[in-house]
Protein backbone atom coordinates (compact mmCIF):
# COMPACT_ATOMS: atom_id res chain seq x y z
CA UNK A 1 0.00 0.00 0.00
CA UNK A 2 1.39 3.24 -1.24
CA UNK A 3 2.83 5.02 1.83
CA UNK A 4 0.57 8.09 1.58
CA UNK A 5 -2.90 6.32 0.94
CA UNK A 6 -1.62 4.79 4.39
CA UNK A 7 -1.60 7.91 5.68
CA UNK A 8 -5.26 8.91 4.76
CA UNK A 9 -6.60 5.69 5.74
CA UNK A 10 -4.99 5.98 9.37
CA UNK A 11 -6.64 9.65 9.12
CA UNK A 12 -9.81 8.76 8.08
CA UNK A 13 -10.56 5.62 9.44
CA UNK A 14 -13.30 4.84 12.60
CA UNK A 15 -14.16 1.79 14.23
CA UNK A 16 -18.19 1.10 13.73
CA UNK A 17 -19.84 1.10 17.19
CA UNK A 18 -22.36 -1.59 17.76
CA UNK A 19 -25.46 0.72 16.96
CA UNK A 20 -23.49 1.47 13.55
CA UNK A 21 -23.40 -2.21 12.47
CA UNK A 22 -27.20 -2.62 13.26
CA UNK A 23 -27.82 0.86 11.60
CA UNK A 24 -25.82 -0.99 8.48
CA UNK A 25 -27.64 -3.90 8.33
CA UNK A 26 -30.97 -2.62 8.62
CA UNK A 27 -30.22 0.05 5.92
CA UNK A 28 -27.78 -1.91 3.73
CA UNK A 29 -25.04 0.08 3.93
CA UNK A 30 -21.26 0.14 5.16
CA UNK A 31 -20.68 0.07 8.80
CA UNK A 32 -17.98 2.72 8.58
CA UNK A 33 -20.72 4.86 6.23
CA UNK A 34 -22.96 4.50 9.33
CA UNK A 35 -20.75 4.95 12.27
CA UNK A 36 -20.01 8.42 9.89
CA UNK A 37 -23.62 9.65 9.72
CA UNK A 38 -24.43 8.66 13.50
CA UNK A 39 -21.11 11.06 14.41
CA UNK A 40 -21.85 14.29 12.15
CA UNK A 41 -26.03 14.21 12.73
CA UNK A 42 -26.83 11.95 15.60
CA UNK A 43 -28.57 8.74 15.94
CA UNK A 44 -31.92 10.48 14.99
CA UNK A 45 -30.57 12.37 11.76
CA UNK A 46 -28.72 9.89 10.69
CA UNK A 47 -31.84 7.56 10.43
CA UNK A 48 -33.88 10.18 8.76
CA UNK A 49 -31.40 11.03 6.06
CA UNK A 50 -30.70 7.40 5.05
CA UNK A 51 -34.88 7.38 5.57
CA UNK A 52 -34.30 10.06 2.86
CA UNK A 53 -32.28 7.78 0.60
CA UNK A 54 -35.26 5.38 0.16
CA UNK A 55 -37.30 8.41 -1.30
CA UNK A 56 -37.45 9.09 -4.97
CA UNK A 57 -35.50 12.48 -6.51
CA UNK A 58 -36.85 14.23 -9.06
CA UNK A 59 -35.33 14.70 -12.15
CA UNK A 60 -35.10 18.16 -13.46
CA UNK A 61 -35.20 19.55 -16.91
CA UNK A 62 -32.62 22.73 -17.64
CA UNK A 63 -33.53 25.15 -20.80
CA UNK A 64 -31.54 25.54 -23.48
CA UNK A 65 -31.87 29.50 -23.76
CA UNK A 66 -29.81 29.63 -26.45
CA UNK A 67 -32.66 27.85 -28.43
CA UNK A 68 -35.72 28.10 -26.56
CA UNK A 69 -37.59 29.80 -23.69
CA UNK A 70 -38.30 28.35 -20.77
CA UNK A 71 -42.14 29.27 -21.09
CA UNK A 72 -42.36 27.68 -24.28
CA UNK A 73 -40.62 24.52 -23.55
CA UNK A 74 -42.90 24.16 -20.45
CA UNK A 75 -45.93 24.85 -22.65
CA UNK A 76 -44.82 21.97 -25.22
CA UNK A 77 -44.00 19.55 -22.93
CA UNK A 78 -47.23 19.64 -20.79
CA UNK A 79 -49.11 19.20 -24.30
CA UNK A 80 -47.07 16.02 -23.78
CA UNK A 81 -48.52 15.13 -20.38
CA UNK A 82 -45.77 16.00 -18.71
CA UNK A 83 -46.60 18.32 -15.33
CA UNK A 84 -43.50 20.43 -14.48
CA UNK A 85 -42.35 22.64 -11.26
CA UNK A 86 -40.17 25.93 -11.77
CA UNK A 87 -36.82 25.67 -9.47
CA UNK A 88 -37.51 28.51 -6.78
CA UNK A 89 -33.59 29.68 -7.37
CA UNK A 90 -33.34 29.24 -11.42
CA UNK A 91 -35.59 30.45 -13.62
CA UNK A 92 -34.54 28.35 -16.29
CA UNK A 93 -35.09 24.60 -14.80
CA UNK A 94 -37.84 22.62 -14.40
CA UNK A 95 -38.78 19.74 -11.81
CA UNK A 96 -40.40 16.81 -13.46
CA UNK A 97 -43.49 16.49 -10.94
CA UNK A 98 -45.15 13.69 -13.16
CA UNK A 99 -43.92 12.19 -16.84
CA UNK A 100 -46.21 10.70 -19.33
CA UNK A 101 -45.17 6.86 -20.19
CA UNK A 102 -44.11 7.74 -23.33
CA UNK A 103 -42.45 9.35 -24.87
CA UNK A 104 -39.98 9.47 -21.74
CA UNK A 105 -38.14 12.85 -20.73
CA UNK A 106 -35.15 11.74 -22.65
CA UNK A 107 -36.48 11.22 -25.90
CA UNK A 108 -39.26 13.55 -27.01
CA UNK A 109 -38.40 15.83 -30.10
CA UNK A 110 -37.63 18.67 -27.98
CA UNK A 111 -35.00 16.56 -26.00
CA UNK A 112 -33.42 15.81 -29.45
CA UNK A 113 -33.67 19.68 -30.89
CA UNK A 114 -31.65 20.19 -27.99
CA UNK A 115 -33.87 22.32 -26.06
CA UNK A 116 -32.94 21.02 -22.75
CA UNK A 117 -30.65 19.14 -20.75
CA UNK A 118 -31.92 16.33 -18.01
CA UNK A 119 -29.79 16.39 -15.10
CA UNK A 120 -31.13 13.56 -12.39
CA UNK A 121 -31.16 16.09 -9.86
CA UNK A 122 -31.06 19.80 -9.58
CA UNK A 123 -27.92 19.92 -6.86
CA UNK A 124 -26.07 20.17 -9.98
CA UNK A 125 -27.11 23.19 -11.11
CA UNK A 126 -25.85 24.64 -8.24
CA UNK A 127 -21.73 24.98 -8.80
CA UNK A 128 -22.53 26.19 -12.53
CA UNK A 129 -24.54 29.41 -11.11
CA UNK A 130 -22.31 29.77 -8.33
CA UNK A 131 -18.96 29.92 -10.11
CA UNK A 132 -20.32 32.17 -13.11
CA UNK A 133 -22.15 34.56 -10.87
CA UNK A 134 -21.37 38.06 -12.97
CA UNK A 135 -18.79 36.12 -14.69
CA UNK A 136 -17.06 37.11 -18.10
CA UNK A 137 -14.73 34.89 -19.90
CA UNK A 138 -13.29 31.50 -20.30
CA UNK A 139 -14.03 28.83 -17.95
CA UNK A 140 -12.14 24.80 -17.67
CA UNK A 141 -14.41 22.27 -16.54
CA UNK A 142 -11.94 19.81 -15.70
CA UNK A 143 -13.61 16.47 -15.01
CA UNK A 144 -16.42 17.56 -17.94
CA UNK A 145 -18.46 14.58 -18.83
CA UNK A 146 -21.35 13.60 -19.14
CA UNK A 147 -22.02 17.10 -19.99
CA UNK A 148 -24.83 18.98 -17.53
CA UNK A 149 -22.36 21.56 -16.04
CA UNK A 150 -20.58 21.81 -19.37
CA UNK A 151 -23.46 22.80 -20.89
CA UNK A 152 -24.87 25.05 -18.25
CA UNK A 153 -21.54 26.89 -17.67
CA UNK A 154 -21.54 27.24 -21.92
CA UNK A 155 -24.99 28.48 -22.12
CA UNK A 156 -23.59 31.10 -18.95
CA UNK A 157 -20.47 32.33 -20.72
CA UNK A 158 -22.35 32.83 -24.56
CA UNK A 159 -21.02 35.63 -26.47
CA UNK A 160 -18.78 35.97 -23.09
CA UNK A 161 -16.37 33.12 -22.94
CA UNK A 162 -15.25 29.73 -24.20
CA UNK A 163 -15.64 26.26 -21.97
CA UNK A 164 -12.98 24.36 -21.93
CA UNK A 165 -14.36 20.59 -21.17
CA UNK A 166 -12.03 18.08 -19.84
CA UNK A 167 -12.41 14.32 -19.17
CA UNK A 168 -10.45 11.40 -18.76
CA UNK A 169 -12.67 8.69 -20.01
CA UNK A 170 -13.41 8.54 -23.49
CA UNK A 171 -16.61 6.65 -23.26
CA UNK A 172 -17.88 9.72 -21.22
CA UNK A 173 -16.56 12.21 -23.43
CA UNK A 174 -18.27 10.84 -26.34
CA UNK A 175 -21.75 11.38 -24.72
CA UNK A 176 -20.26 15.03 -23.90
CA UNK A 177 -19.91 15.40 -27.54
CA UNK A 178 -23.29 14.38 -27.78
CA UNK A 179 -25.13 16.23 -25.72
CA UNK A 180 -22.97 19.85 -27.38
CA UNK A 181 -24.13 18.79 -30.66
CA UNK A 182 -27.31 18.08 -29.54
CA UNK A 183 -27.75 21.21 -28.02
CA UNK A 184 -26.20 23.01 -30.90
CA UNK A 185 -23.37 24.62 -28.20
CA UNK A 186 -20.58 26.29 -30.09
CA UNK A 187 -18.34 27.81 -27.44
CA UNK A 188 -16.74 24.55 -26.18
CA UNK A 189 -13.64 22.68 -26.74
CA UNK A 190 -12.92 19.49 -26.03
CA UNK A 191 -10.06 17.74 -24.83
CA UNK A 192 -9.46 14.26 -23.48
CA UNK A 193 -6.50 13.94 -20.55
CA UNK A 194 -6.05 13.19 -16.85
CA UNK A 195 -7.03 16.81 -15.29
CA UNK A 196 -3.97 16.18 -12.87
CA UNK A 197 -1.65 16.80 -15.70
CA UNK A 198 -3.77 19.34 -17.37
CA UNK A 199 -0.87 21.91 -17.68
CA UNK A 200 0.76 20.29 -20.12
CA UNK A 201 -2.15 20.48 -22.40
CA UNK A 202 -3.36 24.60 -21.83
CA UNK A 203 -0.12 26.87 -21.30
CA UNK A 204 -2.36 29.37 -19.66
CA UNK A 205 -4.28 30.06 -17.05
CA UNK A 206 -8.29 30.12 -15.85
CA UNK A 207 -10.33 33.36 -14.14
CA UNK A 208 -12.87 30.19 -13.39
CA UNK A 209 -12.40 26.66 -13.05
CA UNK A 210 -14.76 23.52 -11.99
CA UNK A 211 -13.64 20.43 -10.33
CA UNK A 212 -16.75 18.18 -10.21
CA UNK A 213 -14.27 15.49 -8.94
CA UNK A 214 -14.84 11.99 -9.50
CA UNK A 215 -15.81 10.21 -5.82
CA UNK A 216 -17.65 7.88 -4.29
CA UNK A 217 -21.32 8.92 -5.43
CA UNK A 218 -22.35 8.43 -1.76
CA UNK A 219 -24.69 11.24 -2.11
CA UNK A 220 -26.45 9.27 -5.03
CA UNK A 221 -27.20 6.37 -2.95
CA UNK A 222 -30.85 7.05 -4.04
CA UNK A 223 -30.91 6.70 -7.95
CA UNK A 224 -27.88 3.97 -7.60
CA UNK A 225 -27.97 1.87 -4.83
CA UNK A 226 -24.59 -0.09 -5.63
CA UNK A 227 -23.20 2.98 -3.95
CA UNK A 228 -24.34 1.71 -0.52
CA UNK A 229 -21.64 -0.97 -0.41
CA UNK A 230 -19.34 0.22 -3.21
CA UNK A 231 -16.29 1.90 -1.63
CA UNK A 232 -14.77 0.25 0.97
CA UNK A 233 -12.40 2.62 3.64
CA UNK A 234 -9.80 1.85 1.45
CA UNK A 235 -10.98 2.43 -1.56
CA UNK A 236 -12.01 5.89 -0.31
CA UNK A 237 -9.06 6.36 1.03
CA UNK A 238 -7.46 6.26 -2.61
CA UNK A 239 -10.30 8.61 -4.32
CA UNK A 240 -9.42 10.83 -1.54
CA UNK A 241 -6.11 10.98 -2.85
CA UNK A 242 -6.57 11.31 -5.92
CA UNK A 243 -9.35 14.30 -5.34
CA UNK A 244 -6.04 16.02 -3.06
CA UNK A 245 -4.03 15.59 -6.34
CA UNK A 246 -6.78 17.02 -8.81
CA UNK A 247 -7.72 19.56 -6.57
CA UNK A 248 -3.55 20.94 -6.08
CA UNK A 249 -2.99 20.74 -9.90
CA UNK A 250 -6.15 22.42 -10.82
CA UNK A 251 -5.31 25.52 -8.31
CA UNK A 252 -1.85 25.98 -10.37
CA UNK A 253 -4.11 26.40 -13.30
CA UNK A 254 -5.52 29.71 -11.67
CA UNK A 255 -4.88 32.86 -12.59
CA UNK A 256 -4.44 35.28 -9.77
CA UNK A 257 -7.63 36.06 -7.82
CA UNK A 258 -9.21 33.48 -9.85
CA UNK A 259 -11.91 31.08 -8.31
CA UNK A 260 -12.06 27.15 -8.44
CA UNK A 261 -15.76 25.38 -7.30
CA UNK A 262 -14.70 21.70 -5.46
CA UNK A 263 -17.52 20.14 -5.89
CA UNK A 264 -18.55 16.13 -4.81
CA UNK A 265 -21.88 14.17 -5.17
CA UNK A 266 -20.43 12.51 -2.29
CA UNK A 267 -21.63 13.45 1.86
CA UNK A 268 -18.25 12.15 3.04
CA UNK A 269 -16.40 14.14 4.76
CA UNK A 270 -13.22 12.78 3.67
CA UNK A 271 -13.67 14.04 0.20
CA UNK A 272 -15.48 17.73 1.10
CA UNK A 273 -13.85 18.66 4.33
CA UNK A 274 -10.78 16.69 4.35
CA UNK A 275 -9.65 17.02 1.27
CA UNK A 276 -9.62 21.00 1.27
CA UNK A 277 -8.65 20.64 4.93
CA UNK A 278 -5.37 19.48 3.06
CA UNK A 279 -5.12 22.21 0.45
CA UNK A 280 -5.48 25.17 3.09
CA UNK A 281 -2.72 23.09 4.78
CA UNK A 282 0.04 23.04 2.11
CA UNK A 283 -0.43 25.73 -0.26
CA UNK A 284 -0.22 29.57 1.33
CA UNK A 285 -2.08 30.86 -1.96
CA UNK A 286 -5.50 29.36 -1.28
CA UNK A 287 -8.57 30.75 0.54
CA UNK A 288 -12.18 29.80 0.88
CA UNK A 289 -14.59 32.47 -0.13
CA UNK A 290 -18.41 32.75 0.62
CA UNK A 291 -21.00 32.12 -2.22
CA UNK A 292 -21.89 35.10 -4.26
CA UNK A 293 -25.60 35.02 -4.12
CA UNK A 294 -27.74 32.92 -1.66
CA UNK A 295 -30.12 30.81 -3.85
CA UNK A 296 -31.57 29.41 -1.10
CA UNK A 297 -30.71 28.58 2.59
CA UNK A 298 -27.70 26.39 2.60
CA UNK A 299 -25.69 24.24 4.73
CA UNK A 300 -22.09 24.86 6.28
CA UNK A 301 -19.45 22.50 6.03
CA UNK A 302 -19.03 20.49 9.47
CA UNK A 303 -16.21 21.54 11.85
CA UNK A 304 -14.72 18.36 13.18
CA UNK A 305 -15.54 14.50 12.30
CA UNK A 306 -13.75 11.82 14.15
CA UNK A 307 -10.35 12.78 15.48
CA UNK A 308 -9.97 15.43 13.00
CA UNK A 309 -10.50 19.38 13.32
CA UNK A 310 -11.10 20.93 9.91
CA UNK A 311 -10.07 24.75 9.14
CA UNK A 312 -12.97 27.66 10.31
CA UNK A 313 -12.84 29.09 7.13
CA UNK A 314 -15.25 25.91 5.76
CA UNK A 315 -18.24 27.12 7.47
CA UNK A 316 -18.07 29.17 4.00
CA UNK A 317 -18.47 25.43 1.92
CA UNK A 318 -21.96 24.75 0.86
CA UNK A 319 -23.43 21.36 1.88
CA UNK A 320 -26.66 19.85 0.34
CA UNK A 321 -28.37 17.06 2.70
CA UNK A 322 -30.90 14.61 1.15
CA UNK A 323 -33.21 14.73 4.20
CA UNK A 324 -33.26 18.44 4.35
CA UNK A 325 -32.90 20.07 0.91
CA UNK A 326 -34.42 17.12 -1.04
CA UNK A 327 -31.98 16.53 -3.53
CA UNK A 328 -29.30 14.49 -3.67
CA UNK A 329 -26.12 14.62 -1.28
CA UNK A 330 -23.85 17.42 -2.73
CA UNK A 331 -21.43 19.71 -1.72
CA UNK A 332 -19.27 23.01 -3.41
CA UNK A 333 -16.76 25.18 -2.08
CA UNK A 334 -15.40 28.30 -3.41
CA UNK A 335 -11.35 28.53 -3.22
CA UNK A 336 -9.56 32.25 -4.39
CA UNK A 337 -6.01 31.79 -5.53
CA UNK A 338 -4.72 34.81 -3.88
CA UNK A 339 -1.24 35.10 -4.80
CA UNK A 340 1.90 33.12 -6.25
CA UNK B 1 -4.90 11.33 -39.33
CA UNK B 2 -4.32 11.44 -35.85
CA UNK B 3 -4.95 8.48 -33.91
CA UNK B 4 -5.45 8.65 -30.30
CA UNK B 5 -6.56 5.02 -29.72
CA UNK B 6 -7.74 2.70 -32.05
CA UNK B 7 -11.43 3.71 -31.15
CA UNK B 8 -10.77 7.66 -31.22
CA UNK B 9 -9.29 9.37 -34.60
CA UNK B 10 -9.03 13.10 -34.62
CA UNK B 11 -7.86 14.55 -38.32
CA UNK B 12 -8.19 17.43 -40.31
CA UNK B 13 -10.94 17.06 -42.88
CA UNK B 14 -9.98 15.40 -45.98
CA UNK B 15 -10.22 17.65 -49.24
CA UNK B 16 -12.44 14.99 -50.93
CA UNK B 17 -15.07 14.86 -47.73
CA UNK B 18 -14.71 18.73 -47.57
CA UNK B 19 -15.59 18.72 -51.79
CA UNK B 20 -18.48 15.76 -51.36
CA UNK B 21 -19.85 17.91 -48.69
CA UNK B 22 -20.22 21.22 -50.73
CA UNK B 23 -20.93 19.23 -53.53
CA UNK B 24 -24.59 17.89 -51.48
CA UNK B 25 -25.01 21.54 -50.13
CA UNK B 26 -24.77 23.34 -53.46
CA UNK B 27 -27.01 20.54 -55.38
CA UNK B 28 -29.76 20.10 -52.29
CA UNK B 29 -29.99 23.52 -51.68
CA UNK B 30 -28.01 25.81 -53.88
CA UNK B 31 -25.88 27.10 -50.79
CA UNK B 32 -22.18 27.60 -51.08
CA UNK B 33 -20.68 25.46 -48.04
CA UNK B 34 -17.32 28.29 -47.38
CA UNK B 35 -20.43 30.85 -46.37
CA UNK B 36 -21.41 28.85 -43.56
CA UNK B 37 -18.62 26.94 -41.97
CA UNK B 38 -14.88 28.50 -40.45
CA UNK B 39 -11.40 28.22 -41.35
CA UNK B 40 -10.70 25.26 -39.99
CA UNK B 41 -12.20 22.07 -40.29
CA UNK B 42 -12.14 18.51 -38.91
CA UNK B 43 -13.33 15.13 -37.89
CA UNK B 44 -14.07 13.25 -35.12
CA UNK B 45 -13.93 9.50 -35.21
CA UNK B 46 -15.05 6.78 -32.74
CA UNK B 47 -14.80 3.47 -34.92
CA UNK B 48 -16.04 4.17 -38.15
CA UNK B 49 -19.04 7.12 -37.34
CA UNK B 50 -17.63 10.32 -37.48
CA UNK B 51 -18.47 14.19 -36.41
CA UNK B 52 -17.12 17.02 -38.82
CA UNK B 53 -16.84 19.99 -37.19
CA UNK B 54 -15.64 23.77 -37.76
CA UNK B 55 -13.94 26.37 -35.92
CA UNK B 56 -11.76 29.51 -36.54
CA UNK B 57 -10.07 29.30 -33.57
CA UNK B 58 -6.31 29.19 -34.68
CA UNK B 59 -5.04 27.82 -31.55
CA UNK B 60 -5.16 24.27 -31.21
CA UNK B 61 -3.94 22.91 -27.84
CA UNK B 62 -3.03 18.98 -28.24
CA UNK B 63 -5.53 16.53 -26.88
CA UNK B 64 -8.66 18.77 -28.55
CA UNK B 65 -11.09 16.15 -29.67
CA UNK B 66 -13.97 18.33 -30.68
CA UNK B 67 -14.99 22.20 -30.72
CA UNK B 68 -16.90 24.74 -32.58
CA UNK B 69 -19.71 23.94 -35.03
CA UNK B 70 -21.13 20.26 -36.35
CA UNK B 71 -21.15 20.97 -40.08
CA UNK B 72 -21.64 17.21 -40.58
CA UNK B 73 -21.34 13.11 -40.10
CA UNK B 74 -20.10 10.27 -41.54
CA UNK B 75 -22.29 7.23 -40.83
CA UNK B 76 -22.72 4.08 -42.45
CA UNK B 77 -20.31 5.13 -44.82
CA UNK B 78 -22.04 7.70 -46.09
CA UNK B 79 -21.15 11.66 -45.60
CA UNK B 80 -23.82 13.63 -44.85
CA UNK B 81 -24.41 17.35 -43.64
CA UNK B 82 -25.52 17.89 -40.09
CA UNK B 83 -29.20 19.28 -39.52
CA UNK B 84 -27.60 22.52 -37.76
CA UNK B 85 -25.63 23.76 -40.97
CA UNK B 86 -28.70 23.20 -43.13
CA UNK B 87 -30.83 24.62 -40.76
CA UNK B 88 -28.13 27.57 -41.46
CA UNK B 89 -28.87 27.84 -44.75
CA UNK B 90 -32.42 27.61 -44.72
CA UNK B 91 -32.13 30.47 -42.36
CA UNK B 92 -30.65 32.10 -44.63
CA UNK B 93 -32.29 31.18 -47.85
CA UNK B 94 -35.77 29.48 -48.83
CA UNK B 95 -36.32 26.06 -47.72
CA UNK B 96 -35.31 23.63 -51.11
CA UNK B 97 -35.02 20.59 -51.58
CA UNK B 98 -36.63 19.48 -48.13
CA UNK B 99 -40.18 17.68 -47.26
CA UNK B 100 -42.30 18.81 -43.96
CA UNK B 101 -43.66 15.91 -42.71
CA UNK B 102 -47.11 15.21 -40.38
CA UNK B 103 -46.68 14.73 -36.19
CA UNK B 104 -46.50 11.06 -36.31
CA UNK B 105 -44.31 10.45 -39.62
CA UNK B 106 -42.06 12.85 -37.75
CA UNK B 107 -42.07 10.86 -34.04
CA UNK B 108 -41.71 7.54 -36.26
CA UNK B 109 -38.70 9.33 -38.50
CA UNK B 110 -37.13 9.30 -34.90
CA UNK B 111 -37.27 6.06 -34.52
CA UNK B 112 -35.43 5.48 -37.58
CA UNK B 113 -38.26 4.62 -39.92
CA UNK B 114 -38.86 6.29 -43.60
CA UNK B 115 -41.37 8.36 -44.35
CA UNK B 116 -44.10 7.37 -47.01
CA UNK B 117 -45.47 9.75 -49.42
CA UNK B 118 -48.74 9.94 -47.57
CA UNK B 119 -47.28 11.32 -44.76
CA UNK B 120 -45.68 14.25 -47.03
CA UNK B 121 -47.50 17.59 -46.03
CA UNK B 122 -45.46 20.31 -48.12
CA UNK B 123 -42.42 19.82 -50.71
CA UNK B 124 -40.10 21.77 -51.55
CA UNK B 125 -38.59 20.45 -54.71
CA UNK B 126 -35.97 18.99 -55.70
CA UNK B 127 -37.29 16.08 -53.91
CA UNK B 128 -35.24 13.38 -55.93
CA UNK B 129 -32.18 13.70 -54.05
CA UNK B 130 -31.05 14.16 -50.38
CA UNK B 131 -33.96 15.93 -49.31
CA UNK B 132 -34.37 17.72 -45.38
CA UNK B 133 -36.86 16.30 -43.35
CA UNK B 134 -38.72 18.71 -41.17
CA UNK B 135 -41.58 18.51 -38.46
CA UNK B 136 -44.48 20.24 -38.88
CA UNK B 137 -44.68 23.15 -35.98
CA UNK B 138 -41.51 24.57 -36.18
CA UNK B 139 -40.22 23.33 -39.76
CA UNK B 140 -37.05 22.48 -38.19
CA UNK B 141 -34.61 19.70 -39.37
CA UNK B 142 -34.99 16.10 -38.07
CA UNK B 143 -32.97 14.24 -40.04
CA UNK B 144 -32.33 13.27 -43.73
CA UNK B 145 -33.75 11.16 -46.26
CA UNK B 146 -34.03 10.30 -49.75
CA UNK B 147 -36.99 8.86 -52.29
CA UNK B 148 -36.74 5.69 -53.13
CA UNK B 149 -39.98 4.55 -56.12
CA UNK B 150 -39.67 1.24 -54.92
CA UNK B 151 -41.56 1.79 -51.68
CA UNK B 152 -42.96 5.04 -52.88
CA UNK B 153 -41.31 6.64 -49.44
CA UNK B 154 -38.30 8.72 -48.33
CA UNK B 155 -35.69 6.64 -47.12
CA UNK B 156 -34.27 7.41 -43.59
CA UNK B 157 -30.51 8.33 -44.06
CA UNK B 158 -30.06 9.28 -40.46
CA UNK B 159 -32.44 12.13 -37.77
CA UNK B 160 -31.75 13.55 -34.87
CA UNK B 161 -32.36 9.88 -32.28
CA UNK B 162 -28.18 9.42 -34.00
CA UNK B 163 -27.52 11.33 -30.97
CA UNK B 164 -28.82 8.49 -28.57
CA UNK B 165 -27.68 5.98 -31.03
CA UNK B 166 -23.91 6.97 -31.60
CA UNK B 167 -23.27 9.03 -28.65
CA UNK B 168 -24.58 7.18 -25.75
Redesign the interface.
Given at each position: MEEDVLEILKEIFVKPSEKAHELSSKYRILPYMAERYMRILGEAGAIEMLRSFEKPVKPVIRVNTLRISPDRLKSSLEDKGFKLERLPWCDSAFKIIEAPEQPSP??T?EY??GYYYLHRDSSSLLPVLLLTHEYSGDILDACAAPGGKTTFLAEKVYGKG?VYANDLV??R???L??????M?I?N??????DARKIS????RKFGRILLDAPCSGEGRISVDPGRRTRTSIYELALMVKREIELLDSLIDMLDDEGIIAYSTCSIAPEENEYVVSKILDKRKDVEVVPPPVKLFEYSPWIKRYGGMVFHEELDKCVRLWPHVHGTFGFTTCLLRRTRR | MKS??S??KVFPLPRKWLNSLKAITKRSWSADLDDFIGQYNFA?C?GTDC?LWSTN?RAR??????????IGVFHEKRLLP?T?LVEKIFANNHFRAAIVVNDKA??LF?YGRDVFETSVLTRYEPVDGIVAVL?PEEK?V?GFAHYDASCKCYRNLYD??I??R???
Amino acid sequence: MEEDVLEILKEIFVKPSEKAHELSSKYRILPYMAERYMRILGEAGAIEMLRSFEKPVKPVIRVNTLRISPDRLKSSLEDKGFKLERLPWCDSAFKIIEAPEQPSPGATLEYLKGYYYLHRDSSSLLPVLLLTHEYSGDILDACAAPGGKTTFLAEKVYGKGIVYANDLVLRRLRSLIGHITRMRIENVVVTWSDARKISKVFNRKFGRILLDAPCSGEGRISVDPGRRTRTSIYELALMVKREIELLDSLIDMLDDEGIIAYSTCSIAPEENEYVVSKILDKRKDVEVVPPPVKLFEYSPWIKRYGGMVFHEELDKCVRLWPHVHGTFGFTTCLLRRTRR
Amino acid sequence: MKSLTSELKVFPLPRKWLNSLKAITKRSWSADLDDFIGQYNFATCFGTDCLLWSTNRRARERRVIYEGFWIGVFHEKRLLPSTSLVEKIFANNHFRAAIVVNDKASELFLYGRDVFETSVLTRYEPVDGIVAVLEPEEKSVIGFAHYDASCKCYRNLYDLSIFLRLLG
